[in-house]
């Protein structure tokens, strides 16, 4: 995402994070240039009241991390605003267009993607098909039923120009017929950022980047995150490795019972009481202290294919 994906006037992350410079670190706090903005979003199930945000908003350009004890609503507000739950009450937009009631795939569409662990079915197919697959939605609606053959195989050939491109980014080229389910953990989890590129995104949103993967491999996802974001893309993302947190964020949101409790940079997220005190009490990691991966605090970060086996 070259040049055209950077904000507008050609400012790249450095620009973006100056401007976040001025922004106070509290809850709800508005940024100079929001991507995203949601205001009273709640989701309950049964009498849990598992998300209920009053207002957040996402600066574009940045890497956002959402962080919070286990349970705490990460997944579920994923989840709402990327189509894949409904609310209970509450509205969202992104790039200024409501978002309230469309479904995900219109969502990704629209230039907001999510990352999804692989399921089963994903795992049986080629890496390359992986890829193709996560482009259908682009070429389906503009070329399903459509009796000019050519131009669809026009848009399949581009697909599988720009599937092979970012392999070779991700370093998975020399997988592409591989099945994916033969990939280490670190490797699935570079194919499910590769496929969430195939639609263009401005935005991603990636759902544990580095669960399941091998230390020796963290390094380079990390550059791939960060890259994203110094290509102009916005980032947000939910991981429970503290290191991982604390290192790359521009920002930080964290969740406790469904709320938004602390907003700011890692320094300022470090040091607050209130955050702290959320997860102590949820006999979480401590996000003080920087250490020790917070991995060990959810219970759910086994091997990919283990998390896999959970869906
Ligand atoms: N489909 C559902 N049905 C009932 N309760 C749910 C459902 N989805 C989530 N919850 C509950 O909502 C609360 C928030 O869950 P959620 O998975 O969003 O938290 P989280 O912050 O992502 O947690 P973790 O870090 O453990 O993944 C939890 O109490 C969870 O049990």
Redesign the pocket.
Known sequence: MSSDAMEPGGQGAGAVLDRMAGVEPRPGVAKPDPILRASGVRRS??G?T??DVEHLEVQRGTITALI??????????FNLLTGFDRVDAGEWSFEGRRLNGMPGHKVARNGMVRTFQLTKALTRMTVLDNMLLAAQGQIGERFFGSFLRWRWAEQEQANVRRAMELLERFRLDTKKDDIAGSLSGGQRKLLEMARSLMVNPSMVMLDEPMAGVNPALVQSLLGHITALRDDGMTVLF?E?DMDVIMGISDWIVV?AQ?QVIAEGRPDDIRSNEQVIDAYLGAHHDDPGSGGDSAAGG?G?EGTAAGQEEGR
């Open positions: 199930f049964g849990l598992a998300v919070g004890p286990n349970g705490a609503g990460k997944s579920t507000l939910v429970h969740l469904g959810s759910d």
